[in-house]
């Protein structure tokens, strides 16, 4: 047995503490449950814990920033702000002499050797509620009750105060390439454009009991009025919120709209706090990773020869010298993740008057059950209108090379040396008012489905190199909260897509994407490929802000523009038919 005392250095709030886990049974066996806290010494001004070790003859450890949430009970609990996340030879360590004590002093929390390893927290008991103001274009953020319109000035300022005293709240404001994080009580001015998107961000342990008000001024700071909203009222992970604007005598003088979302924690025993990858990136060259495994099979210029987001596609790939395959995910009926790219599906529906084959009625995937799916005769939605023949059998019923295989079949027979990004799919919404794929909601809740794929993930990952993705801004948020383990990409159509813009801004426009991925922490952008041809210096613009870069794009596939994207710089390229484009490499596994 032996004894260390650690110290460290570290700032925090009135209510913080620093703590200490690690991968003795003393130090939680890398459990926030079973972690320790420092106690602050005055006269060091360092935080400091004797520990004696029984079994543990070299100690691995890290620290953190933990903090005591209030409820409306005024019970305490434990939640985690930061922690440290170095890897390798940033992991502290110590060895334990028999026998002996020793004091270890490690200097400032999130530093080794000049080097900052500091992450955020994630949720670990606390639900976090955030609402988002932004002129999207498609709502007006306030509206004035005619009668008093005339006495507002166009430039606005709006506090956001819990009722709870104590209450943890953040402001953040993302702007063109940048973004200010602020503590609460603090009255911002409301965005006035759609260049700025505000967010409060603050935290509860029961959402039943949660109530908080919108304070409306002027920009000399009279008061104009408040807006009143309560936990009942946010039923949904994700949805938007009118409420009503009263005055002092309680009289309606107007609305405030607004987005919210509500994250819950995800519980897994897999999630510790040994290792973290949520912004850790391998130094490397630009890493190849086939799109839906093999290339589009439908909808491309030029198709794949094999059917695309299938487990033979993927093999197929990870033969090719694919370092990561892309795929997309969703859940069934009965909430199985699935592996399938598009919303719909198309099934042959015949007629009772007429002796024929049928014509193809489209559905939601989600409609059906797995089984439904594996034993259905299904066909792509692109079969309504294009009239190529697909370069393979459609209704292959070797599991391989069928549709839909589940998450867990993908994970049990891709190869563990291949990556995986994962793409959540999520309906999304554009500026001309319509949904992708005419999918405006999902039966299911963004907390259960994500909690659905994480099941299988934490389950299943292994040592796999393994990413989130999605197109939509208020998932890739949940996916870093909720966990502390996998990165997360954040999807956008970029700058120079022609498609029809989504109504996200932050999906948009480059300069709100990077300093929105900046503020939530993310691994890094990934946009279409012309956004790279067009702004050389993109590249440089991500990196500086310090994330990653990932690009996707059908012309990705010519020789000539790998190069141009390789020589820039970008982290990774995500294109078609990569069997086709790489050499055959022997199986690394």
Wanted: a negative charge; proline letters at 3%; aromatic letters at 12%.
């Amino acid at each position: 047995m032996g004894t260390v005392k650690f110290s460290v250095s570290a700032t925090t709030d009135s209510t913080e503490f620093v703590g200490i886990v690690g991968n003795a049974s003393e130090l939680g066996n890398w459990r926030l449950e079973g972690s320790k806290i420092l106690q602050f010494n005055e006269e060091s001004s360092k935080w400091s814990l004797e520990v004696k070790f029984e079994n543990c003859p070299n100690v691995k450890y890290r620290y953190f920033i933990g903090d005591y949430l209030h409820d409306e009970s005024d019970n305490n609990t434990m939640v985690l702000r930061k922690w440290e996340i170095g890897h390798g030879d940033k992991v502290r360590t110590t060895d334990i002499i028999p026998g002996k004590s020793q004091d270890v002093d490690d200097g400032n929390f999130g530093v080794i050797n000049g080097i900052n390893i500091v992450d955020q927290g994630w949720l670990t008991e606390q639900t976090e509620v955030r609402f988002n103001i932004s002129h999207t274009g498609a709502k007006t953020v306030v509206s004035w009750h005619k009668s008093f319109e005339k006495n507002i000035d166009e430039n606005l300022m709006i506090l956001f105060h819990p009722d709870i005293e104590n209450t943890r709240v953040q402001t953040r404001l993302i702007k063109p390439f940048k973004f200010e994080t602020l503590d609460g009580g603090i009255a911002v001015d409301l965005p006035q454009s759609g260049d700025e998107v505000l967010t409060f961000i603050t935290e509860t342990i029961h959402i039943d009991s949660f109530s908080a008000h919108f304070i409306i001024s002027d920009k000399s700071r009279k008061y104009l009025g408040r807006a009143s909203v309560v936990g009942s009222m946010l039923d949904k992970s994700i949805s938007y919120l009118t409420l009503a604007i009263l005055d002092n005598n309680g009289k309606g003088i107007g609305s405030l709209k607004m987005e919210y979302m509500v994250i819950t924690p995800y519980k897994n025993d897999e999630i510790t706090m040994e290792n973290s990858y949520g912004t850790y990136w391998k130094k490397r060259p630009t890493i190849h990773i086939g799109h839906r495994g093999s290339g589009n099979s439908f909808t491309a210029e030029t198709t794949s020869d094999l059917f695309e987001n299938t487990i033979a596609s993927f093999q197929k790939a990870a033969l090719h010298s694919a370092e990561m395959i892309e795929f997309d995910v969703q859940l069934t009926k009965d909430k199985i993740p699935v592996v399938f790219h598009d919303f719909t599906i198309c099934t042959n529906v015949v007629s009772k008057l007429e002796q024929r084959s049928g014509s193809l009625h489209e559905v939601e995937v989600q409609s059906l059950t797995f089984d439904e799916l594996q034993t259905y005769a299904t066909r792509h939605r692109s079969r309504k209108t294009d009239t190529r023949d697909p370069k393979f059998h459609q209704d292959d019923l070797h599991p391989h090379f069928r549709p839909f295989p589940s998450l867990q079949e993908v994970f049990e027979a891709v190869p563990e040396h291949v990556g995986f990004d994962i793409e959540l799919k999520w309906p999304h919404y554009h500026v001309d008012k319509t949904w992708y794929h005419d999918v405006g909601r999902y039966y299911y809740d963004a907390n259960e489905f994500l909690d659905r794929v994480f099941d299988i993930v934490f389950k299943h990952g292994g040592s796999r190199v393994i990413m989130f993705s999605c197109f939509e801004a208020n998932i890739c948020t949940m996916i870093r909260r909720k966990q502390n383990k996998f990165p997360v990409v954040y999807l956008t159509n970029g700058d120079s897509s022609t498609d029809i813009p989504f109504m996200e801004l932050r999906s948009r426009y480059n300069r709100l994407a990077i300093p929105f991925c900046s503020s939530e922490n993310f691994l890094g952008l990934c946009t279409g490929e012309k956004d790279a041809y067009s702004d050389p210096t993109l590249v440089e613009k991500i990196h500086d802000s310090g994330l990653k870069f990932f690009l996707y794009g059908d012309n990705i596939c010519k020789p000539e523009n790998r190069e141009i994207l390789t020589k820039q710089g970008v982290d990774g390229i995500i294109y078609d038919r990569i069997h086709n484009m790489l050499p055959e490499t022997e199986n690394k596994q």
